[in-house]
């Protein structure tokens, strides 16, 4: 029986997921099953994970995209570890007892539902991974032209935590779910992840549930994982960007249709529409020249 089983959902990133699963082999300690799932790659991700990885992890693959929660949802069924965890083809460990630390830090902190290590970027700079709850004001400034009138605004740095030094363990609101741990006794009692969400706040949503059933949500900076941002989405930008606003508008009424905020859905339903349009205008806009030429 592993220890912890690590689900990975792929669409066309077959190089990047080598890389990954590499990583995870070379994880020490520990007894880890590997579970991957894959959403109709048009790429040679299953071919690659036919010939390469035989027999070595349990392969999951989809005849159309089915999205990333109930993905993982297909993963997390076939599980009977004590653990899970969702990670990111474009992620990788870079220390071999990444995992074993996670383990025997949960494993004498069982109050713990979900953990997420520091997650950093391919050339080592911070990620916010963990953060606090959105909030319509902080979403009203964030990647907007509010932002960039007000680049130190309090409602983004509050949002993404950037007045905290993210080097100390703390309890945290939410943690991303390109590399997150969570603890199968808690999803037994709070349910898998929401598949209403197809790409994007399924996590939030996950860390948000775990809060209300009286679990913690950690965040671990003491191991790290190297994260990608976007080798998935970028071959897919504009169907990104309208399912990332459309998990955001989701994600609102979810927690406010019962309450007086829910009156506020037609100006956030516009709001969203317009930082939509905004980043669909940002992908089509060339790119400045590099100096450096590269």
Request: net charge positive; hydrophobic share 40%; proline share 5%.
């Amino acid at each position: 029986m592993p220890d912890i089983t690590v689900s990975i959902v792929n669409w066309n990133t077959a190089h990047e997921l080598h890389e990954c699963l590499d990583s995870i082999m070379a994880q020490q300690g520990i007894e880890i099953g590997i579970t991957v799932v894959d959403n109709a790659s048009s790429d040679d991700s299953v071919n690659m994970l036919t010939t390469t990885y035989l027999g070595k992890l349990t392969l999951i693959a989809n005849s159309a995209n089915i999205g990333f929660g109930k993905a993982h949802n297909q993963a997390l069924r076939l599980s009977k570890s004590r653990y899970f965890m969702i990670i990111n083809p474009d992620s990788k460990f870079t220390d071999p007892n990444t995992l074993s630390h996670i383990i025997e830090y949960m494993d004498t902190h069982a109050e713990i539902g979900m953990l997420g290590p520091k997650i950093l970027n391919t050339d080592g700079s911070l990620q916010y991974s963990a953060r606090r709850f959105p909030s319509m004001i902080a979403g009203m400034f964030r990647n907007t032209w509010l932002d960039k009138l007000f680049p130190s605004n309090k409602f983004v740095k509050s949002y993404l935590m950037s007045d905290w030094s993210h080097d100390e363990i703390s309890n945290v609101d939410w943690l991303s779910g390109a590399a997150l741990v969570v603890r199968k006794e808690m999803v037994d009692k709070i349910g898998m992840l929401d598949e209403r969400f197809f790409m994007y706040c399924e996590d939030i949503d996950w860390c948000k549930r775990a809060h209300d059933a009286g679990w913690k949500v950690v965040y671990y900076p003491l191991v790290s994982v190297l994260h990608r941002i976007g080798a998935a989405s970028d071959k897919d930008p504009y169907n990104a960007v309208q399912r990332h606003h459309k998990s955001m508008l989701q994600y609102f009424l979810k927690y406010n249709a019962k309450k007086p905020a829910v009156l506020l859905t037609p100006l956030v339903m516009l709001g969203l529409r317009l930082r939509a349009a905004a980043t669909m205008r940002k992908i089509t806009l060339p790119r400045p020249p590099n100096p450096s030429g590269k």
